[in-house]
Antibody
Framework: EVQLLESGGGLVQPGGSLRLSCAASGFTFSIYAMSWVRQAPGKGLEWVSTITGGGGTTYFADSVKGRFTISRDNSKNTLYVQMDSLRAEDTAVYYC???????????WGQGTLVTVSS | QSVLTQPPSASGTPGQRVTISCSGSSSNIGSNNVNWYQQLPGTAPKLLIYSNNQRPSGVPDRFSGSKSGTSASLATSGLQSEDEADYYCAAWDDSLNGWVFGGGTTLTVL
């Protein structure tokens, strides 16, 4: 059974940093791209970033480019996103998702809430 | 402002057929597959339709998807109360080099 478990969310001040983790199990982690998708309170889904299975290629939404870094540790089956220079508009539930070329985001975690506020 | 355009709401009575549209452009829907996600209240999104018209295992066959040109649609036939949810379309965008979502459609069963 595929499981994705995010952690690391919380309250952070504007300009601060936070690192989210996503522990994966139930599939061969290293051969699949992984993505982060966020959802601001009461709003729709917004893609944040994607990393290929080997970690060699990354993609970012313009809204986070230069501030967020995505990475993975295939030996630990874990996905990360380092979020720097956080802004109020980054407040959202952050989901990690298994990213299949053929079938999109076929599995999602339960999400972790990030609140950026002073 | 979402790159893909969906109606904000849709509704139908039990047993009815409801369709949700998703409009894009040549750089996303026009050149890539469309996926649909269902988000029940208070839960994480779930893949409902992939590659325009394919259902993952476990998704009822009353859900179907189609694509034509730069538009796609999701249809629910035999609407049930448990289908009340938010529905999102998504596609890879070759110009933006990233995934784009529709703004979401809230489906209400009357």
């Amino acid at each position: 059974e595929v499981q994705l478990l995010e952690s690391g969310g919380g309250l952070v001040q504007p300009g601060g940093s936070l690192r989210l983790s996503c522990a994966a199990s139930g599939f061969t982690f290293s051969i699949y791209a992984m993505s982060w998708v966020r959802q601001a309170p009461g709003k729709g889904l917004e893609w944040v970033s994607t990393i290929t299975g080997g970690g060699g290629t990354t993609y970012f939404a313009d809204s986070v480019k230069g501030r967020f870094t995505i990475s993975r540790d295939n030996s630990k089956n874990t996905l990360y996103v380092q979020m720097d220079s956080l802004r109020a508009e980054d407040t959202a539930v952050y989901y990690c998702a298994k990213d299949s070329v053929l079938s999109g985001f076929d599995y999602w975690g339960q999400g972790t809430l990030v609140t950026v506020s002073s | 402002q979402s790159v893909l355009t969906q109606p904000p709401s849709a509704s139908g009575t039990p047993g009815q057929r409801v369709t949700i549209s998703c409009s894009g452009s040549s750089s996303n829907i026009g050149s890539n597959n469309v996926n649909w996600y269902q988000q029940l209240p208070g839960t994480a999104p779930k893949l409902l339709i992939y590659s325009n018209n394919q259902r993952p295992s476990g998704v009822p066959d009353r859900f179907s998807g189609s694509k034509s040109g730069t538009s796609a649609s999701l249809a629910t036939s035999g609407l049930q109360s448990e289908d009340e949810a938010d529905y999102y379309c998504a596609a890879w965008d070759d110009s933006l080099n990233g995934w784009v979502f529709g703004g979401g459609t809230t489906l209400t069963v009357l």
